[in-house]
């Protein structure tokens, strides 16, 4: 006697349970995802990978540049300096004069370029920088958010389980069986309210007979269509 009802009522806890199941799958899958954490971060690195060659090139061109400089002032002493008297040795230290300002001219357009270089790499590590901690800060709120619903989650599930438990207690193992059964056939749903005559299972009117057996409700009425229990709500 009433066990109709009190399939209906266990379908109910069983689908509460499916249904957070599914929540929890989907928390679970989403929590230690970090695609875009990574990929922003490796962003950020790049970006400062450059700057740093960049920097080690400026570096580097001020060093050539500087060197340049002294071989410059070296001979300019000699030159000037009114020692050297020997005229081929003198015009061979103005054409090695002239190559090294030539050179330390090249060397200058070229720090100036990678000086510009060096400054657009500053200002996207800033940015990338910026944008990272937008994405981390997000990316840890997220997270947190996720295990708080997954501590939500499994806590009511826990209760249901046990709340399921109880109520499976009471109804006769045969019937359960049967349950089971439909249940696993009928995508998870066994048991059918009668609304107007009609099996909400599968929309089908019933049959006087089997609206009178639910009615009844000494034995198990199942709808000759879909084959679940009835349940007169
Ligand atoms: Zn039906």
Redesign the pocket.
């Given at each position: 006697m009433g066990t109709a009802k009190e399939l209906y009522e266990l379908q109910e806890v069983d689908l509460d349970i499916e249904q957070r199941n599914q929540a929890l799958e989907q928390v679970k899958s989403q929590l230690g995802k970090d695609e875009e954490l990574v990929a922003s971060r490796t962003a950020l690195e790049a970006a400062k990978k450059r700057l740093t060659e960049l920097e080690h090139q400026q570096k580097i061109g001020e060093w050539e540049i500087s060197d340049l400089g002294a071989k410059i002032d070296t001979i300019e002493k000699k030159l000037y300096g009114g020692s050297m008297k020997n005229p081929r040795e003198l015009m061979g230290f103005e054409q090695d004069l002239k190559l090294l300002k030539t050179q330390r001219s090249e060397r200058e357009d070229k720090l100036l370029t990678v000086m510009m270089d060096v400054e657009d790499a500053q200002q996207d590590v800033r940015q990338k920088r910026g944008e990272f901690s937008v994405v981390e800060r997000g990316w840890q709120e997220n997270q947190q958010k996720l295990s708080t619903e997954k501590g939500r989650l499994e806590a009511e599930l826990a209760a249901l389980e046990q709340k399921r438990k109880a109520m499976a207690g009471q109804i006769n193992s045969a019937t359960l069986k049967l349950y089971e059964e439909i249940r696993l056939a009928r995508q998870g749903r066994a048991v059918?309210k009668v609304v107007q005559g009609r099996?909400q299972?599968?929309r089908?009117s019933l049959s006087i007979a089997d609206q009178q057996r639910a009615r009844m409700g000494n034995e198990l009425a199942r709808?000759s269509?879909?084959g679940?229990i009835l349940y007169l709500g």
């Open positions: 059918s099996c299972g599968c089908i709808c269509n879909c679940r």
